[in-house]
């Protein structure tokens, strides 16, 4: 490859990510509305208009991503807190085969909603980039907090905002 294909490849490669971040989704954005099954086969359908009026907290992890492991635990407990003041937690699995996600939960069962989307379309469509990649949703749809990444000190500031949130 000469210096000049070589320039062109970059531009293409840096005009992509251009692209695929103008498309994410951001703060003050609608949610946007999208129906998964269940990480479990005898689940229902996971809507996110149905679940409208509810303050959601959506999680795109991976069993293969050390953070997204060390935060679901830390959101289960966050569930429990204030499911019953209007909190909905949602973690899409993008494990792919989706056992992979199975064989986590296992050891590690949770108590909130879990879709699966192994093909990425739900991941496409809110615009991840990296996992853990999180959304808060206010009850009206609106996208109040994009939070990517999970570090120590991390639940102090998304809980916060929850709580800013509820209905």
Known sequence: MNMN???KVFLALFAGLLLNSAAAVEEGDQVPQLTLPSIYADRPDISLPA???????????????APCLTSLPLYNEMYHKYKD?????????????AEDGLDFL????????IPSDPEGNAAEAFGVIGMPSSYLISPDGEVK???????NGDMEHIEAAIIENLP
Request: hydrophobic content about 45%; charged content about 20%.
């Open 106 to 113: 296992e050891d590690t069962p949770l108590d909130f909603l």
């Open 51 to 65: 679940l409208e009026g509810k303050t959601l907290y959506v999680d795109f992890w991976a069993s293969w991503c």
């Open 5 to 7: 294909q070589g320039v």
């Open 145 to 151: 907090l994009v939070h990517m990444g999970f570090r």
């Open 85 to 97: 003041q209007g909190l909905e937690v949602i973690a899409i699995s993008v494990d792919n085969p």
